[in-house]
């Protein structure tokens, strides 16, 4: 029986998407956290944006990372 490519654990283009859904969200989640974490300088707030605006744009250079991967094992 051929085994099941959805179940492969090299399955790049299923975790190219994810990792770009994870990246926006996190993304706009930091731009809008920042703009509440500007008007409010004391808080943590600005603080946990940059690590969300950080932690998209990480996400965002892996899901690239999976599409040249996956273009290049194709």
Known sequence: MPPDS???PNNWALRG???RSVGIVAVAMGFVIGMYGLDEPASPWLPTALGLLV????AQGYGL???IKRRLNS
């Open 65 to 67: 990372y999976c599409s």
């Open 55 to 58: 932690t998209g744009l990480l």
């Open 17 to 19: 998407v994810i990792a």
């Open 6 to 8: 959805t179940s492969s």
